[in-house]
């Protein structure tokens, strides 16, 4: 399997995790070779607890100072700003990994996907449950018809309860200003995660789906098939 050398835009929880996993070689042929940390204690973090090979950016325009040393980025940074960091990787001939969700709005989601075709780079997001067995496990029941025609589904994830605690770990957290979005971004409650409505479209062989945004966390979303 050939190398990728990847960089990680973002060190909030979930960047570090992607990073320490690259670094320690549990990702497969990638290898991680750069890191973008605004803040000091980011800094400081990748430092303290990355390889010494690992160059540390303070943005991800001075990342781009050094496009010879990686192929590949990961974009993990608040949803709002996906959009404008991953079309600057495309603009330099970067393949871009993006966590979810894609964007805040489906404008600009669209403009990436354009913006990935015209590059003709590889451009994918992280649904990382479609990847667990019991789901692929699932996926292949429902192929193989063994459960019959699907008339309706009732999607209930407790594992991903919010609860105060995660709305208060970062700023930009579990608000319009910040998040750009109501609770299918926000990951209330019952409603879950964006990720659990993903899970339903890979499941069910990828509906278009038609949101209703409210602030509050009842969130009733219509799919068609």
């Known amino acids: 399997m050939q190398e990728v050398r990847?960089?990680?835009i973002g060190t909030g929880v979930?960047?570090?995790?992607?990073?320490?996993?690259?670094a320690e070689g549990r990702a497969?042929?990638?290898?991680?070779t750069a890191v973008v940390c605004r803040s000091a204690g980011a800094q400081q973090w990748a430092k303290d607890t990355l390889p010494d090979t690992v160059r540390v950016c303070p943005s991800a325009e001075a990342l781009y100072d050094h496009t010879e040393e990686f192929d590949a980025v990961?974009?993990?940074t608040p949803h709002k700003t996906h959009p404008a960091l991953v079309m600057q990787a495309f603009a330099?001939?970067?393949?871009?990994?993006?966590?979810?969700?894609?964007?805040?709005?489906?404008a600009p989601a669209l403009e990436m996907n354009r913006a990935a075709e015209k590059s003709g780079l590889v451009f994918a997001m992280m649904f990382h449950q479609r990847r667990y067995k019991k789901y692929m496990r699932l996926k292949k029941l429902l192929d193989d018809g063994a459960l019959g025609e699907i008339k309706r589904?009732?999607?209930?994830?407790?594992r991903y309860f919010r609860t105060w605690m995660y709305h208060r770990s970062g700023s930009w957290r579990s608000s319009?200003?910040?998040?750009?979005?109501?609770?299918?971004?926000?990951?209330?409650?019952?409603?879950?995660h964006i990720t659990s409505l993903s899970l339903v479209g890979a499941l069910l062989t990828g509906p278009s789906l038609e949101e209703r945004w409210y602030q509050k966390a009842s969130v009733p979303a219509f799919l068609r098939f």
């Not at 589904?153 to 407790?158: A, D, I, P, R, T």
């Open 74 to 76: 990961l974009v993990v």
């Open 92 to 106: 330099h001939g970067k393949h871009v990994l993006c966590d979810k969700p894609s964007a805040n709005a489906l």
């Open 153 to 158: 589904v009732q999607l209930e994830n407790s």
């Open 6 to 8: 990847a960089a990680v």
């Open 176 to 192: 319009w200003a910040g998040e750009g979005g109501g609770a299918l971004l926000r990951g209330h409650g019952r409603c879950g």
């Open 14 to 22: 979930m960047g570090r995790k992607y990073a320490q996993m690259i």
């Open 28 to 32: 497969g042929a990638l290898r991680l």
